[in-house]
């Protein structure tokens, strides 16, 4: 009887020990700190990143003011941010063979290097193609950055801390191009264009150099990776060909609508989609054949990541989309000034800088399914009211209403790529963060076409710029916009319902 007591009062104890070992475990867990190097490498690397997602959008508001410079047309100076998608979705590819085969610091000071040399030529260039040839050099910089600090956030984060700092890590992706067109319209009017790339030489070499120097570090090695070269061509051409697609696609959609001839932009069209898909087929084909693939893709076969790979391309388009839609409906239909339009897309900037490290800290608490869902329906409310109030919107409302889109935006997009990276395995998380990535850079691509051409073509035959017939021909262009954005936000969360249903599934067979 004492020999069972006593082996009572042991088992009681040993459990007590467990019990209390395992709330010290979990404690921990949720004490750890992140470390201040990791915060300045956050801030170093994003402000490269930061920078130049906001040059792409500072430029689209500056059309006018350059085709007057220049003397091109709106076709030609449309290349100006063309071409620097172009190149910020061809190198994002290769940022999982940089991650590997070279050091951070090696790659920050490469970014910090072409975004210093990129901006000198824009300050000097006198000529429209060496404006060009400054946006791919800026383009390279951005490709370089944007997944480096990704990279850094997922190698070296506290675990627990993962979801509140990838948030930080999206301010770069969503703020950057909320603030362009504001940026953008206040120096076009004080300043000359080329003002803001004086200004942002020293931010970079006074800030984001020193900082990064310092603060950016090495925690797993480096591989001897090697470089497929057809991959790489091939992938380029894919991107290329398809962004391409869109472009013209909607120059000759427009040109038909007015009644112009759009032979050959069609085309042109067909020929760039055969070559995007085709070399994106020969890509997929190629990597799974490969010994050392330029990205491994294995880990797309998990229906679960696939659906959330699917729903970060699908919400840029109306994300990064919605900065060109306001600006646009404000000045055309609203007859706002262009300070002013740019100024309206500030207050769900703003928001969205706040928030989106919110949203990481309720994932890091709650895990994916509330956060997510909840913020993305509370976004697709903002569409849903400027499609309701769409010929009767105001400069107040059509601000007020994009508020509420910011708001569940930047609370739930960057825990998307967040829980999905977390499922895969820690090898493949570079070729995961650079499809991710380039999956961003063409959907905010693809949200650019697709809405210019729905406004284009509302506006077709509808008189002079300014006119009545002009203004209500751009408010229904404007609606038609509006409902393509709701089917869009919709798809993605069907998207996401039914990746955390396999989750679930997943979960209760464990």
Known sequence: MEERNITTTTAATESQAITTNAGTQEAAISDERIPGKLIGAIVAVGSLAFIGILTETVMTVLFPQLMREFNVDTATVQWITTIYLLVVAATMPLSSYLNRRFKHRTLFLAAVSLAVLGSLIMIVGHAFPVILIARVIQGMGSGVATPLMINIILEQSPKSKVGRLMGVGSLV???????????????????????????????????????????????????????????????????????????????????????????????????SLIVGLGALLFFGWSSKRSFSPLIRLGWLRDPM?????????????????????????????????????????????????????????????????????????????????????????????LAGFYFIFGFGYSLGFSNIMTNALRNIAPQFMPDGNAVFNTCLQFGGAAGTALFSTILSVAQAGAGEEGSTTFRHATAVGGSWTFATMIGIVAIAICCLIAAFRISAKRNSRL
């Not at 306001?326 to 740019?342: E, K, P, R, W």
């Not at 994916?368 to 009767?392: H, N, W």
Request: proline content about 7%; some cysteine.
């Open 173 to 271: 992706i969503t703020v950057a191009p909320a603030i362009g067109p504001t940026v953008g319209g206040a120096v076009s009017s004080i300043l000359p264009w080329r003002a803001i790339f004086v200004i942002v030489i020293p931010i970079i070499l006074l800030v984001s150099l020193p900082v990064g120097l310092k603060c950016v570090e090495q925690h797993r090695p480096t591989e001897e990776a090697r470089l497929n070269s057809l991959q790489f061509v091939s992938i380029v051409l894919a991107l290329c060909g398809l962004v391409m697609f869109l472009n013209q696609a909607g120059v000759a959609v427009s040109a038909a609508v007015s009644g112009g001839s759009a032979t050959v932009s069609a085309v042109f069209a067909v020929v």
């Open 305 to 397: 990541v696939l659906l959330h790979l699917i729903a970060y391309m699908l919400l840029p388009i109306v994300g990064i989309g919605f900065g060109y839609v306001i600006t646009n409906v404000a000045q055309l239909s609203l007859g706002t000034s262009a300070f002013l339009s740019g100024a309206l897309v500030l207050p769900g900037a703003l928001i969205g800088a706040f928030f989106a490290p919110v949203g990481g800290m309720l994932y890091d608490r709650f895990g994916p399914v509330r956060p997510i869902l909840g913020a993305f329906f509370a976004a697709i409310c903002g569409p849903i009211l400027l499609l309701v109030f769409s010929m009767r919107l105001t400069p107040v409302t």
